[in-house]
């Protein structure tokens, strides 16, 4: 593939691409975080009085599902109740009338969540409801189950802030966790690395457009510890839906038990690039052993190892940065593969199969 890196510096060229204007879209990410909260302001709470769940199940695909591992790798090592994130049309054989379920459908019509959906009301679970419309809401509204209406518009994975808030914010009213003061800290955090990212700072300045050209022509592989999974996993998947690129991701200890020996079969080191997500508290054990990983197992195999550190004032903060880098990254890597970063044909194609 010939790649002109020069379609990074030109506004016209990368507009004419980006047919559904995810070039507008990302730097208002930060404004999500507001919205969402003033849509969780208007639903019907009186049926959680009370409530004390013993387990939080986070239910939803894709775009939607990242939502509930932003909560997990947030607040999992600290939270008083086990939280799941369910990607699939079966309930665990727990779930019962002292689980929360927390239904997250963008479009409101996917079809494993959905179904999900029909065997938390069987199960007499307490149910809420994060979408934009679609089958989901009808449900809802049929079966009074309040429902967080988020603007309509969006392609689900750039609404992650508008998905994430409500689950945080029902946590909240719960007594589990606190959201609120973590706000300024989330769009302090994206405001300032919008002003290093955005398109219009050319490449030289520009981290993102830097980071698209090394990986351009490449499989990314991208690694984590187990606290940042959710980075690992969101940078894969926007790479596969943005940038239309394969890629694949790990964490350690996990990958040192299996991934490192497969890198050692690499002979041909020029189509291998690796992401580290790194954070300045991430334990030293998961630090230790991702520096480890890449100065001897990787580095021999791969043409470049890039480390991402993020900025921000608390870990929620500096994984919305990690994010809002993965996101700008896929973005430019879209451009320099001159695809469109918005659609995503295989996915509706494959729905509408299976409808
Ligand atoms: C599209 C995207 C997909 C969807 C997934 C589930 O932008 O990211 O991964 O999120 O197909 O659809 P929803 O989110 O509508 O339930």
Known sequence: MKIDGNVLDDMDAMKKLDASDMLR???????????????????????????????ILICGMGGSAISGDVLLNWVGKSSPVPIHVNRSPFLPGYVGSRTLIIMVSYSGNTSETLSAMDQAIHKGAQIMAITSGGK???????????????????PPRTALGLLFMP????????????????IPLIESALKSANTRLNPSITRLDNAAKELALSLVDSVPAIYSSPSLEVIANRWKCQLNENSKMLAWYSTVPEMNHNGIVGWSGVTDTSE????????????SCYSRRLDL?????????????VEVWPDGESLLARMFNHIFFADYTSLYLA????????????IDKLKLQLA
């Open 25 to 55: 879209r990302l730097p208002e990410f930060h404004l999500q975080f507001k919205v969402a909260q003033s849509c969780f302001s208007r639903i019907d709470l009186d049926g959680f009085e009370g409530f004390k769940p013993t387990s």
């Open 136 to 154: 989901l809401l009808e449900i809802c509204q049929e079966k009074d189950i309040p429902s967080v209406i988020i603007p309509s518009g969006y």
């Open 167 to 182: 689950i945080a914010l029902l946590c909240q009213h719960l007594g589990l966790f606190d959201i609120d003061n973590e």
């Open 272 to 283: 291998r690039t690796v992401v580290m997500i790194r954070d300045r508290e991430d334990d």
């Open 293 to 305: 990983t890449g100065e001897i197992f990787l580095k021999p195999h791969a043409r470049r190892i």
């Open 335 to 346: 451009f320099l593969r001159g695809v469109d970063p918005t659609p995503v044909a295989a």
